[in-house]
């Protein structure tokens, strides 16, 4: 069981270049979000999703799109990286439930220069 | 907008003594979740609190919550150095329970010294 798997862990774009981050899980969660978290500061909620073919925007969406095709999957792309999403990316996942753990992935780390 | 504030920011404490962190939020809400980060790792989960008045403990680390005073508390008791990390809490706004939208702490940085 491999829980929230990220790739890449580390990433260096250069500005204007478009990726994708990929973030699988094995638990059959439903939920799935995208955070980023910036030096000395809390995680900010990018996209969500609660379920295949759903998604909704979060906080801070502006240069971010994402799809759930699938409950395994949610990939978050970067349209035309900036340097201001330098930032490590966190994705997550859980059962629908008030109180039910929501489980991170390890992180992946994104210098845009 | 919800906003979700922590105090200390930073902490920096002995071992074997006894604190408290703090986490205030603005807005109604029904749940709040503790986490716990070491350095370059992911989020951990502590503790989730589902109502007025819930306690939970594990361990050195006891979390409870006022939703009437929207405040929690993450209370250390005869901190260990292993308890060094950084701790936040996150709370969703309003009482819908398939609301996704966390609001995160700027997190409380923990160092426990001999």
């Known amino acids: 069981n491999a829980g929230v798997t990220q790739t890449p862990k580390f990433q260096v774009l250069k500005t204007g270049q478009s990726m994708t981050l990929q973030c699988a899980q094995d638990m059959n969660h439903e939920y799935m979000s995208w955070y980023r978290q910036d030096p000395g500061m809390g995680l900010r909620l990018i996209h969500y999703s609660v379920g295949a073919g759903i998604t909704d925007q979060g906080e801070v969406p502006n240069g971010y799109n994402v799809s759930r095709s699938t409950t395994e999957d949610f990939p978050l792309r970067l349209l035309s990286a900036a340097p201001s999403q330098t930032s490590v990316y966190f994705c997550a996942s859980r059962i629908p439930g008030a109180g039910n753990t929501i489980y991170f992935g390890e992180g992946s780390w994104l210098t845009v220069v | 907008e919800l906003k979700v504030e922590q105090n200390p920011l930073f902490l920096s404490m002995q071992e074997g003594k006894n604190y408290t962190i703090y986490c205030n939020y603005s807005?109604?809400?029904?749940?709040l979740y503790w986490y716990r980060q070491d350095p370059g790792k992911s989020l951990e989960s502590l503790f989730v609190l589902l109502s007025n008045g819930a306690v939970k403990q594990e361990g050195r680390l006891m979390a409870s919550l006022d939703t009437k005073a929207r405040l929690s508390t993450l209370h250390i008791t005869a901190a260990v150095h292993d308890l060094s990390a950084t701790y936040f809490c996150?709370?969703?706004?309003?009482?819908?329970?398939?609301?996704?939208?966390?609001?995160f702490g700027t997190g409380t940085r923990l160092t426990i010294i001999p």
């Open positions: 996150a709370v969703p706004p309003g009482q819908n329970f398939g609301n996704e939208k966390l609001t």
């Open positions: 807005t109604t809400s029904d749940r």
